[in-house]
C-alpha cells in the first residue's frame, strides 16, 4: 500500500486542517486587529497611540451623510450590476448554447474581457469615455447622437461605471450559466419538444427551475465582488464628479489611506464586511432551499 | 590519522579567516540609501542618472523605489508609521509636511549643515523654497522641484497684428496679457473658437484630482480672501470664495470657454491639452513653461508667454500658489548622515541645473541666473520675482488631507449645478470647522 | 416547414450574437490599436482609426522600461499561489465533503474570509508583514494571494467532490486502496477538469490583483498591475504605453484559458457547483 504510511500524517478528516489554519492565521489577526481599532479613534499621522473611544466611531458613522450616501450608492451600482449580468449572462447563455464552430469561436471571444487587469482595463476605458478624442463619442456622433461627459457628469458617471462592470463580469456569468445548462441531461429537453412546448415554456419551465442553483452561485459571487468595487472606480472616477460615484470601499479607502483616520476606516470596513456577510447567509439559504 | 587532523585544523583556520575577513569587509561597506519616489515624476530622469553618478563616485549604494503618484504618500506614511524604516530619505510634497512633523517621521537637518553646509550656502535657495519645509526655527529638507502657478499665454496670438485689432474693436481695450479675470474672461471668449480646435481656456476641474481645490484656493486669494482666519476658523466661505467659486465655475457652464470636458481632467490633463496648441490662455505649474519649449512635449515651442497670475480687483495684490517637492531625511534612518551627504549632492550647482535641463524646475538661485537655462527656458528671469511677491501655500496643517478634499467635493457639486457655490461652501465650510474643533484646534 | 423555420432563427440568432461579439470585442480591438500608435496620433482629433503602425510603445515597455522583469515576478506570484490555492483547498474540499467536517458551519466560515473587503485587512496586514520583514518579497504577496483564492478553490472544489459518487471510493477501496490512496489515485484524476476550472479562476484573481500587490511590493518585486501605474505620470497619461502593457499583461491569462477551454466548460458544468 504505497499511500497507507500516509495514515501516520493524519487522517482525511484532517485534510481540512492545513487551510483552516492558513486562513486563521492570515485573517483572523487581521480582523481582531481591526475590530480594535473600531474602537479607538487612531490617527497615523498624529504620533500618538490609539484612544479608546468606546463606540464613537460607530455612532459617528450613522450621523455621517457621506457614509449612507456611499451605502446609496454601493447599493445602486450592486443592484444594477448583478442585476444586468444575470440576465445578459441567462439570455447569452442560452443563445450560443449550439455546438457550430461559429459560435464555439464566440463563446472564446466572450471569455476574454474577464481575464483583463481591472486597473490597466478601466484605464483604457477612460481613455475612450475621453469627451475630446474618445472613440464613444466619436462612434455616437456618425449615429447622430450627441456625445456626453461620461466621467464629468454627475449623472452619465454611475451608468458609465457600471456599464466597465457588466462589460468585464457578464462572461463570468455567462460562462457559469452555460456550463450551467451544458450539464443538464438533453433528454429533458427532447421530452419538452416532442411535447410541443415553446422556446419560452422550455425556459421557464425547464431550463430556469434546473439552472437555479447555477444562477444562486453567479450572484452570490457577482454580488460579493460588485459590492466591495474598488479599482475600477478608483480608477476611473475617484468617487467623483459631486461624489456621485463615491461606493462604500472608496470612501473607506480614503478615510483609511488619504486622511489616515484608521479607527473610522477600520468601522466602515466593518460594516460593509457585515453587510457582506449577512447577505450571503441569505444567498447561501436560498441555495440550500433550492 | 595524524594528516587527516592536520588537515580539518587547517581547514577550519582557513574558514575562520575567510569568515573574519569578510566580515571586516562587510563592515567597511558603504551603507545601502533607499529612497521612494513616485513613477513618471518629472526629477525621476536626473535622478537616476546623478545616483549612478554617485554611487560611483562614493561607493554609497542608493535604491529608488518608484510607486504610483496617488500611493506615494500613502506608502510613505506606512511605512513610517508602521517603523518599518525603508526609506532613508524621501522626496514630500510641502502639502505633507506637517503630517511628518507631528509624526516626528523626518528629521531636522540644521546640525548636519553647520558641519556640512551646501554650496552658497546661505544664499543658494530663494527664502521662498526653505520656508514651507521649516517648522520653529529647524529646517527639515533641501527643496528639488518647484511649480509656483503662473498664468500662460499663446505669445504668437498675442502678438498677431490683427487678433489685436479685432480684439480692440469688438472690446475697446488692447490685447495683453490679461493682469484681471474680466480682461481673463474677455480674451478666453475671445480666443475660444471650438470649430477651429482651440479653447479660450482650461481647466482641471476633476473631483479627486489635484488641483480642483487648489484652483479654488487661488480664486479665493484672487478675490481677496482666505482659508482660515488666525484661530483656524474656516473662512473660505466668505463672499471672495462665493464669487471666485463662481467665476470659476462659469468659465465652463455659463461661457463654455474651458472644455466641456475638464470635469473629467486633473493636472496632468489639461496641461497637454495647452501644450498641444489647442488652448490660448490658461494657468498652470512652472513645469508648463518649461515643457513647452522641449521639443518631445511640445507643438508650441517658443510661442509660450507668461505672466502673473489674475486679480479680480487691481486694488488686490497679486498672489500665486507655491508647492514643491522637498528632500527629508527620514528619523528612522541609521544612515542619516550618508543620506544628509547624498541630498546635498543632489541639491548641489550642477545637478540642479542638470535636473532643470531635464525636465524640473530648478530651486537654485545659481540655475536662475545661469546663461544656458535663461537661453532654453527664458521663464527663469521671472521666477525669482514671482517666488519673491506673496506666494502663498495650502494650509500647513496634518488635516490638510482631509480639508482638500470636502472642497474638492463641495466645488465639484458646483460645478454639476447640485448646490449654488454659497451653499456647497457653507456646507464644506462646516464640516472643515467639525474636523478642526476634532482635531483640538479652538482648546483655550 | 418546422426545421427551416427553426433554422432561420438561429441564423437570426447567430446575427445578434455575432453583434454582441463585436460590441464585447471591441474595447480590445481599440486597445490593440492605440498600443500601434504614435505619440501624436493618440490624442488625435477626431481619433484615427487608420494611422501608420509603430511598435514604439512595445519597444518602450519592454526595451526601455524593462517591464520582462515584472512579467517574471507576476508569473511567479500567480503560479505559486495558485498551485498551494488549489493543493489546499483541494485537501480541504475532500474532507469537507466527504468527511463532513465542521458541518455546515466550517464551509460558510471558510467561503466568508472571501467577502472579507481589502480594505478591512490591508493595514494589520502590512504593520504584520513589515514586522516579520516580508514586504517586498514574494512572499507576503503569495500568503494574501492564496487568502483570496483558497476560499474560492475550496468551494468549487467541493462542488466537484459532490459530485463524484461515493461509489467510486468505494469501489476503490474495497479494490484495497487506503483512503489517501483511493483520494489520490481514483478520486484526483475524476476531478482534473475541475481542478483546471479552479486553476483558470485562481490565475486571474492572482494575475490581476491590485491593492495588496501595491501595498506589499517594493523595490525587487512588483507585479504587472503594479506597474502599468507607471504610466500615470504627474504630468500626463502615456495612453499608448499602457495599452501596449494591456495587451502583453493579457495574453498569458487569454492563451491559458484558451488552452484549457474545453475542460474549463466540461469541469464547470460537471462539477454543476452546488
Known sequence: MAFSRHRRFGTPQGMVFPSVFFIL?????????????????????????????????????????????SLRTTVLFTVWVVMVEMILGMVLALSISRNTRFQQICRSILLIPMMITPVVLSLMWKYMYNPEYGIINYLLHFLRIEGLIWLGEPAPALPAVILVDIWQWTPFVFLLLFSGIASLPPDVFEAAQVDGASGFQTFRYITLPLTIPFLLVALLIRFMDSFRIFDTIY???????????????????????????????????????????????????????? | MNTIHTKWYLLAVALCVFLAVSSMVMAQEKPVLRTIVFQGWARTPS??????????????????????FAQLHEKMILDFASQGGSYDFVAPLTDWFTELVRGKYIAPIDDFIKKDPPEEWPNAFPPALLKLQSKDGKLYGLPTHDGPIMLYYRKDLFDDSKEKEAFKKQYGYELVPPATWSQFLDMAKFFNRPDMNLNGTVTAAKQGGQQLAYDFFLMLWSYGGNIFDEKWHPIFNSQAGIDGLQFYVDLRNKWGVTPKASTTYDETENGPIYLDSRVALMWHWSHIAAWSEMEDRSKIIGKNGYTVFPVSDLKISHTTLDIYWFWAISSASKNQEEAYKL????????????????????????????????????????????????????????????VDDLIGIACSKVIAGEKTAKEALDEAAQQVEEIMKKAGYYKE | MKRSKRKTREIWIDIVVLIVVILVLFPIIWTVLTSLKGRFDISSL????????????????????????????????????????????????????????????????????????????????????????????????????????????????????????VEIDEAAMLDGCSVFGAFFRILLP????????????????????????????????KTLPVAAAFYVTDRDILWGPMAAVAVIASIPIIIFTFLIQKHLVRGLSYGAIK
Open chain 2, 47 to 68: 535622478l537616476q542618472k546623478q545616483v549612478a553618478e554617485y554611487e560611483k563616485l562614493t561607493g554609497v549604494k542608493v535604491e529608488i523605489e518608484e510607486v504610483p
Open chain 3, 190 to 221: 475524476v476531478v482534473v477538469p475541475g481542478m483546471l476550472a479552479t486553476t483558470v479562476f485562481c490565475l486571474i484573481t492572482s494575475w490581476n490583483e491590485f491593492l495588496f500587490a501595491l501595498i506589499l511590493s517594493g523595490r525587487h518585486v
Open chain 2, 343 to 402: 541630498v546635498k549632492w543632489l541639491c548641489n550647482k550642477k545637478n540642479d541645473k542638470e535636473a532643470a535641463q531635464m525636465g524640473t524646475i530648478a530651486c537654485r538661485l545659481s540655475t536662475f541666473k545661469d546663461p544656458e537655462i535663461l537661453k532654453q527656458f527664458p521663464f527663469y528671469e521671472s521666477i525669482e520675482k514671482a517666488l519673491a511677491a506673496e506666494t502663498k501655500t495650502t494650509p500647513q496643517i496634518p488635516e490638510y488631507a482631509q
Open chain 3, 46 to 165: 477626431p481619433p484615427k482609426v487608420i494611422f501608420p503602425p509603430t511598435l514604439e510603445n512595445y519597444h518602450k515597455v519592454f526595451v526601455e522600461d524593462g517591464f520582462y522583469r515584472y512579467f517574471k515576478d507576476s508569473i511567479i506570484i500567480a503560479t505559486v499561489s495558485t498551485v498551494f490555492a488549489i493543493f489546499l483547498g483541494t485537501m480541504a474540499a475532500y474532507s469537507l465533503v466527504r468527511y463532513r467536517v465542521g458541518g455546515k458551519f466550517l464551509p460558510f466560515w471558510i467561503l466568508s474570509t472571501r467577502m472579507l473587503p481589502p480594505i478591512a485587512i490591508i493595514l494589520p496586514i502590512y504593520i504584520l508583514m513589515q514586522r516579520i520583514h516580508l514586504i517586498d518579497t514574494y512572499a507576503s504577496i503569495i500568503i494574501m494571494h492564496i487568502l483570496f483564492n483558497l476560499p474560492f478553490a475550496v468551494w468549487l472544489m467541493s462542488g466537484f467532490f459532490r459530485e463524484v459518487p
Open chain 1, 235 to 290: 480608477v476611473l472616477t475617484k468617487g467623483g464628479p459631486a461624489n456621485a460615484t463615491e461606493t462604500l470601499s472608496i470612501y473607506t479607502y480614503k478615510v483609511g489611506f488619504n486622511y489616515f483616520n484608521m479607527g473610522y476606516a477600520a468601522t466602515l470596513s466593518y460594516i460593509i464586511l457585515v453587510i457582506i456577510t449577512f447577505a450571503s447567509q441569505q444567498f447561501v439559504k436560498l441555495e440550500g432551499k433550492a
Open chain 1, 25 to 69: 492565521i492570515v485573517s483572523v489577526y487581521p480582523l481582531v486587529y481591526s475590530l480594535y481599532m473600531t474602537l479607538h479613534d487612531w490617527s497615523l499621522t498624529n504620533a500618538q497611540p490609539p484612544m479608546f473611544v468606546g463606540i464613537g466611531n460607530f455612532i459617528a458613522l450613522f450621523q455621517d451623510s457621506r457614509f449612507w450616501y
